[in-house]
């Protein structure tokens, strides 16, 4: 007979990504992990595997919590430009937030493991292109409605919008300034003008 779980799956996978966001991968070791999960070594690779398998859910998790607040965004937002914005104003909060400076999840896996780790290449590859498309809808649902100019570059634009966040998150690794943010993103909302 199969034994139950004494511990809510869900819980040690958020928790998993506070740890390998404040030490990276490298710096993430199994003793740390069983530590700060709060579960059985047995139980932690009966249930994720080794690190690498547990830093793929937490990634996968990750990602998708963060797209669905996007998109969330994109659909109960009144106009594009609003949702644009917001977008932006959410990584800016999720930044300021972080008293630690550790930055980014997604942007932390990217810059620390996408050099040797083709299954975390794909993951943030594919990621960005879901980031990337939901600028561009945003884009052209305001386009539809006259909102934004007609001949203004979608992709070009989304993939800016894109990029834009990426900084941000890496900026708000080394310094949290709120003018720093505020600017961005002002300039940022200018090129939809």
């Known amino acids: 007979m199969a034994r139950t779980k004494d511990f809510n799956e869900l819980?040690?996978?958020n928790k998993a990504i506070t740890i390998f966001r404040d030490r990276?991968?490298?710096?993430?070791?199994?003793?740390?992990?069983?530590?700060?999960?709060?579960?059985?070594?047995s139980s932690l690779y009966d249930t994720y595997g080794d690190k690498h398998s547990l830093f793929i859910k937490a990634l996968k998790s990750y990602q998708t919590?963060?797209?669905?607040?996007?998109?969330?965004?994109?659909?109960?937002?009144?106009?594009?430009?609003?949702?644009?914005k917001q977008m932006l104003e959410l990584t800016k909060a999720d930044m300021m937030?972080?008293?630690k400076q550790n930055g980014c999840f997604w942007i932390n896996a990217e810059v620390e493991l996408v050099p040797?780790?083709?299954?975390?290449?794909?993951m943030v590859a594919q990621y960005g292109q879901q980031v990337e498309n939901i600028f561009y809808r945003a884009l052209?649902?305001?386009?539809?409605?006259g909102e934004i100019?007609?001949?203004?570059?979608?992709?070009a634009i989304s993939g800016f919008l894109f990029?834009?966040?990426?900084?941000?998150?890496?900026?708000?690794r080394s310094k949290i300034d709120n003018c720093v943010f505020d600017d961005t993103i002002k300039l940022a909302m200018s090129v939809i003008d």
Not at 65 to 84: D, F, G, P, V
Not at 140 to 145: L, Y
Not at 149 to 155: A, E, H, S, V
């Open 11 to 13: 819980e040690v996978l």
């Open 97 to 99: 937030g972080d008293l």
């Open 149 to 155: 100019p007609k001949y203004k570059d979608t992709k």
């Open 163 to 172: 990029n834009t966040i990426k900084g941000l998150s890496i900026t708000a």
């Open 24 to 41: 990276g991968y490298n710096g993430t070791s199994m003793e740390s992990l069983v530590n700060g999960l709060g579960i059985s070594r």
């Open 140 to 145: 052209k649902k305001g386009q539809d409605c």
């Open 65 to 84: 919590k963060a797209s669905q607040r996007m998109n969330a965004i994109l659909y109960q937002a009144t106009t594009s430009k609003e949702a644009i």
């Open 116 to 122: 040797h780790d083709q299954e975390i290449e794909s």
